[in-house]
T-cell receptor, first 110, second 113 residues
Framework: SQQGEEDPQALSIQEGENATMNCSYK?????LQWYRQNSGRGLVHLIL?????REKHSGRLRVTLDTSKKSSSLLITASRAADTASYFC??????????FGKGTRLHILP | EAGVVQSPRYKIIEKKQPVAFWCNPI?????LYWYLQNLGQGPELLIR????????DSQLPKDRFSAERLKGVDSTLKIQPAELGDSAVYLC???????????FGPGTRLTVT
């Protein structure tokens, strides 16, 4: 079963534009994590945001968390060709159970 | 610092044959995960270890899958017998604890023919 549902499933934008992807979940969480996976490669951790946090930044990445709406968003500013990848959210619930979403496939157009 | 190591990287077997995957986590990481990832999907947890104890194996098909983490370090995931539907990428990850970020290995791509 998958708790996190990313939206949109696929996104194509021009290089230099901002990309926003969303994640919705169903149960109370301990934290929410975002990962990136380049084609045919392993997953790389991007940001972890805890349930008592509302926003975190890391370089060109900004993650928000709204626990009342059970949703999170990942914003990538000034996108680059190297940002082309699949992005997954993963929730860790109160029992430390982790569930990944199906991902958003981001394509940066030159 | 060395990352998570997995072997083999690729494996092709015939159905009904056994297969085993090996994972060496990052040194000092107490939590180890095994995932299955199908094409175009997110990783699905098979089993999570805290040191040598399997604390979440609810998604592990126990009739054919088994795993062990002896001495709380390396881990092995086994499938016996393999079925066509087991073709997927098997990922291993480790973390300091279950509330911290995970570090993933490159995965083992299994093809069952």
């Amino acid at each position: 079963s998958q708790q996190g549902e990313e939206d949109p499933q696929a996104l194509s934008i021009q290089e230099g534009e901002n990309a926003t992807m969303n994640c919705s979940y169903k149960t109370s969480i301990n934290n929410l994590q975002w990962y990136r996976q380049n084609s045919g490669r392993g997953l790389v951790h991007l940001i972890l945001i805890r349930s008592n946090e509302r926003e975190k930044h890391s370089g060109r990445l900004r993650v928000t968390l709204d626990t009342s709406k059970k949703s999170s968003s990942l914003l990538i500013t000034a996108s680059r060709a190297a940002d082309t990848a699949s992005y997954f959210c993963a929730t860790v619930d109160r029992d430390d159970k982790i569930i990944f979403g199906k991902g958003t496939r981001l394509h940066i157009l030159p | 610092e060395a990352g998570v190591v997995q072997s083999p990287r690729y494996k092709i077997i015939e159905k009904k044959q056994p297969v085993a995957f090996w994972c060496n986590p990052i040194s000092g990481h107490n939590t180890l995960y095994w995932y299955l990832q199908n094409l175009g999907q997110g990783p699905e947890l098979l089993i999570r270890y805290e040191n040598e104890e399997a604390v979440d194996d609810s998604q592990l098909p126990k009739d054919r899958f088994s795993a062990e983490r002896l001495k709380g370090v390396d881990s092995t995931l086994k499938i016996q017998p393999a079925e066509l539907g087991d073709s997927a990428v098997y990922l291993c990850a480790s973390s300091l604890s279950s509330t911290y970020e995970q570090y993933f290995g490159p995965g083992t791509r299994l093809t069952v023919t």
